[in-house]
């Protein structure tokens, strides 16, 4: 170190400690942000308090309004400017607050401290979103969902903004415009919203083989989530670890759902996005003010900089997997949610995610992918968010001290004193200074890694093999995933009107990636089947990866689980009581829903205030449905096409339902078969049990092939 830097050091340590206290402490300077108008005058932006709120200023009572009411224009005037543009992509969104602890000391591979003590809980906030739709578009339509997690540490504002899934469809940066025009509704009539299946969207991806790996994650079970709390969250990228020695790792970061990984099935998603067009960001906030918070583990998979091209394909490709098997993921943190947003826009509209907020500890490669959305997160929020400063929005701010030399602008909050804004200065002693690099506590200095070569638009030779591991995600999944996979291609190119390309998608995609599958799809959208692949696609080392099966990710409990019971005028209490009693004690939550959202008598006499009506709270919105018995409301049921509807549904999306005593005899009314997990028994006591278990196991997948002839 040379001495001049020395010198700064020690001038420093006395801010250090006074700037990089508490985190808790900032946290509060940040909620003094936070309004809460209880108790308050109703005044002008200005102060002036307001005697009339109800009548603009006129002269004479049925005269013409005056210019000189400022309090109707400045009320007007904000309200007309109250939106601004929304994000380009993943527009439509639903965030929470938190924290993230990590478990252990992770010195040896990075010296971020909030990675480092694990007596620390760093403020994290969440965003979750769908790519494709605007604003208001529905939650559970076939997209990729977006994890954006922003890190309050001591150190600074990192953001981790990953997907759940973990590759991309492209390369290169270059191309994301291109690819994001193709997927965008149609520019002549803007349509379809929120949907990949149209012609634009084929005819780019059926063009850019490199896209092949990351189109079929899309076309899977992971594309319609059944919320937020059962999804995996990818980095994508490789980035760095670095240790305070400077010794440098590759890594790859994971979120690993506590609860499990669950899908919705393709009918019950497009119902959803009709019935309740909100239902994620609903059950996220629901499940949160309910006291349910949401749990995910942070995952490491590191990789030593030695073994950098030790794999089939290359680490700075961000349409590749690193697959668990072949480097296991090691779980370091926990990530719980469980503070709901005061205001949506304040918050998770204003919310500024940007790849270039890093910590020292963490580092970039080059993958090309990663270099350009360092440029287009932060250039993207100038116009999203009016300018430079909007750093300074609360949800934005930093929760340590920042200081620079960065002045003026739309929107400046910070009052500078001083009369220096430049460096290096004397008139104020030189302040702020640099932090040179330390173990703990010092200045960013990036990963020095070795660069060089020739000034070239080029794609590396190690980039070029699209398909092995799209065949490898293909067959890793089970059989009922790989069904739903053709259904979806079928569906998604059913819609392509020019048939020229859904021949190209499945000859020129499809047929590399399975040539089983491409036949069954050829099958469906009606053009040739395929002979064979079209490209020499390499042999991988790795033939299955069973940690990409969801069926594999399930957490072997109910927790959070969400049942339906149905209730009416006679329903036995004893049968109620004997489920919410277990579903309590494990952790899932049940809906009382009766015929109409009026109380309802139970056969012991008891009111019952239902949640909602069936017809309000549909068997879409929940994993399983309970039906109690007792005479006269198995008999009501029978005549109630709602109720027949509900349990009809909910059977042919596979949940358990379980039909207590006199309930049972619905099943020949609806001509059903029990199965493992449609289930009766005489008293709901002993139904309860196996009804839990066959929750667990999420659906009923044998049922699947019979379900075909059920009206959707
Ligand atoms: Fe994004 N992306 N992206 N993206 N992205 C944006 O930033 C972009 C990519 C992701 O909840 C935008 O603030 C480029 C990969 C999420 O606020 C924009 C490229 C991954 C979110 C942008 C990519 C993502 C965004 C739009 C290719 C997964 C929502 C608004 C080089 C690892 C964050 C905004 C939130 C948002 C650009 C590719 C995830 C335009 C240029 C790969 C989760 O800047």
Redesign the pocket.
């Known amino acids: 170190m040379k001495s001049k830097d020395k010198g700064r050091t020690s001038e420093l340590a006395g801010t250090d400690t006074v700037d990089r206290g508490n985190s808790n402490k900032k946290i509060e300077q940040l909620e003094r942000f936070r309004e809460d108008a209880t108790g308050q005058a109703l005044t002008n932006d200005h102060g002036t308090r307001i005697a009339d709120n109800q009548n603009s200023l006129r002269a004479g009572e049925r005269g013409p309004s005056l210019l000189e009411d400022v309090f109707l224009r400045e009320k007007l005037t904000h309200f007309d400017h109250e939106r601004i543009p929304e994000?380009?992509?993943?527009a439509r969104?639903a965030a929470a607050h938190g924290y993230f602890q990590v478990y252990e000391d992770l010195s040896e591979l990075t010296k971020a401290d909030f990675l480092t003590d694990p007596s620390k809980k760093t403020p994290v906030f969440v965003?979750f979103?769908t790519v494709q739709g605007p604003r208001g578009s529905a939650d559970t339509v076939r997209d990729v969902r977006?994890?954006?997690t922003k890190f309050y540490t001591d150190e600074g504002n990192f953001d981790l903004?990953?997907?759940n899934m973990p590759v991309?469809f492209?390369q290169d940066?270059i191309k994301?415009p291109d690819f994001v025009h193709a997927v965008k509704p149609e520019p002549h009539n803007e349509i379809p919203t929120g949907a990949s299946a149209h012609d634009t969207f084929w005819d780019f991806v059926s063009l850019t083989p490199e896209s092949a790996h990351m189109v079929l994650w899309t076309m899977s079970d992971r594309a319609i989530p059944v919320g937020f709390r059962g999804m995996q969250g990818?980095?994508?990228?490789t980035y760095r670890l670095v240790n305070a020695e400077g010794r440098a790792h590759f890594v790859k970061f994971h979120w690993r759902p506590v609860a499990g990984v669950f899908s919705l099935v393709w009918d019950e998603a497009q119902k959803l996005a009709g019935k309740d067009p909100d239902f994620h960001r609903r059950t996220l906030w629901d499940d949160i003010e309910n006291g349910d918070p949401l749990e995910w583990e942070l995952g490491l998979q590191v990789i030593p900089e030695e073994d950098e091209h030790k794999f089939d394909f290359d680490l700075l490709d961000?349409t590749k997997l690193v697959p668990e098997e072949q480097v296991p993921v090691r779980v370091v943190g926990k990530l719980v949610l469980d503070r709901n947003p005061d205001n949506f826009f304040a918050e998770t509209e204003q919310?500024?995610?940007q790849m270039a907020n890093i910590v020292p500890g963490i580092d970039f490669t080059n993958d090309p992918?990663l270099q350009?959305?360092l440029f287009?997160?932060t250039?993207?929020?100038l116009l999203?968010l009016g300018g430079p400063n909007f750093n300074e929005i609360p949800i934005n701010r930093p929760v340590c001290p920042f200081h620079n030399n960065n002045r003026d602008s739309f929107h400046r909050q910070t009052i500078n004193k001083g009369r220096a804004s430049y460096e290096p200065n004397s008139i104020d002693g030189g302040w702020p200074k640099e932090t040179p690099e330390a173990p703990k506590g010092g200045g960013y200095v990036s990963y020095p890694e070795e660069v060089s070569g020739p000034k070239i638009r080029k794609r590396a030779e190690s980039f070029g093999d699209h398909f092995s591991q799209a065949r490898l995600f293909f067959n890793s999944m089970s059989d009922a995933e790989k069904a739903h996979i053709v259904a979806a291609y079928s569906f998604e190119l059913g819609k392509v009107e020019r048939l020229y390309i859904r021949e190209r998608q499945v000859h020129e995609i499809l047929a590399n990636i399975d040539l089983d599958l491409a036949k069954q799809v050829a099958a469906n959208v009606g053009v040739d089947a395929p002979s064979g692949p079209t490209v020499q696609v390499p042999e991988i080392s790795l033939k299955e990866s069973p940690a990409l099966s969801q069926m594999n990710l399930l957490p072997g409990n109910i927790k959070s689980r969400k049942v339906a019971i149905l209730i009416g005028d006679g329903v036995k209490q004893a049968d109620i009581d004997a489920l919410t009693a277990e579903l309590d004690k494990q952790g899932a939550q049940f809906k009382l829903l009766a015929p109409s959202a009026a109380p309802v008598k139970s056969d012991a006499g008891k009111q019952l205030v239902p949640n909602d009506s069936m017809q309000g709270l549909p068997s879409v919105a929940f994993d399983a449905v309970w039906v109690p018995g007792g005479t006269s409301f198995a008999k009501a049921l029978e005549g109630d096409g709602v109720a027949l509807h509900y349990l009809l549904e909910a059977y042919k999306h596979l949940k358990a339902i379980g039909l207590c005593g006199e309930s049972a005899d619905l099943l020949k009314l609806l001509r059903l078969r029990e199965d493992e997990g449609l289930l009766t028994g005489k008293a709901g006591s002993g139904l309860v049990q196996p009804f839990t278990a066959a929750i667990a196991k999420h659906r009923v997948w044998a049922r699947e092939p019979l379900t075909k002839a059920i009206p959707a």
């Open positions: 994000r380009v992509v993943h969104g965003r979103s977006g994890f954006a903004i990953g997907n991309f492209i940066a994301f990818f980095g994508v990228h961000a919310v500024a995610f992918l350009g959305r287009s997160y250039d993207t929020q999203r």
